[in-house]
């Protein structure tokens, strides 16, 4: 697939994803852009079920939804809130220590900058992305694995790993589409383009792709 083929195909990708599951943390920045629910929220997904993440981040944000509340409960009561997500015990402590931080260091305001997020314990570049395009509305590029995954089996770039993928593709792709894409991808890697045999007979973006990796499909 080239820059090209992918400005042609993208709004064959949007009508596709809309049928398909909404990822939690997009649904969530649709009618709530709390940078700090956000991040909060980006932590509890990691390794664990969209699902999971959302009813976990629903129970834990009736209890605190700010640095300063947030920081002041137990890192039991914390735990108990989000379980079953996946290492809740260690996110539980990282949570509370990121949102004292926040409510000391920072006077209770999530940072805005890539090189300020990342200062913080347990925030990656995946983390920092999400806060900075879906909190901030910033421009950013996201890159978990479904998005390593498709853009690579499209052929669009040719990485090894995600924090690769996210430098090529900001040399790569024009800067409107990066903010979209880790939502996009994520809602199409979870119900068609797959880890493993992909669904290629009900991909409309069949005719754009190279198939790079996949041996076998439906």
């Known amino acids: 697939m080239t820059v090209k083929e992918f400005v042609k ?3 064959i990708l949007k009508r596709q994803v809309k049928s398909l599951h909404v990822p939690w943390l997009e649904n969530l920045a649709s009618f709530d852009r709390d940078p700090f629910k956000i991040l909060i ?3 509890l997904s990691l390794r664990t079920q969209d699902r999971t993440t959302g009813k976990a981040s629903e129970r834990l944000f009736e209890l ?3 640095p300063e509340s947030m920081s002041r409960l137990s890192v039991k009561t914390i735990e108990k809130a989000i379980y079953p997500v996946g290492f809740y015990r260690v996110k539980a402590g990282r ?4 949102s004292k931080e926040i409510a000391e260091k920072y006077k209770s305001k999530v940072p805005d900058t890539m090189e300020e997020l990342l200062k913080l314990e347990g925030v990656g ?3 920092a992305n999400l806060v900075l395009t879906l909190g901030y509305n910033k421009d950013g590029i996201c890159v978990d694995t479904h998005v390593h995954r498709i853009v690579n089996r499209w052929g669009l770039i040719k990485t090894k790993n995600p ?3 996210e430098f090529s593709l900001r040399k790569t792709l024009p800067r ?3 903010k979209d894409l880790n939502g996009m991808l994520v809602a199409f ?3 068609v383009c797959k880890p493993i045999s992909p669904i290629c007979s009900k991909c409309n973006m069949n005719i754009f792709c190279d198939k790079i990796g996949v041996n076998v499909s439906r």
Do not use: D, L
Request: a positive charge; aromatic letters at 12%.
């Open 189 to 191: 890697g979870q119900g």
């Open 9 to 11: 195909a993208w709004p």
């Open 41 to 43: 929220s980006c932590i």
């Open 125 to 127: 570049r995946k983390t």
């Open 64 to 66: 605190a939804s700010n």
């Open 176 to 178: 409107k589409y990066w």
């Open 95 to 98: 949570i509370k220590g990121i």
């Open 163 to 165: 924090t690769e993928t």
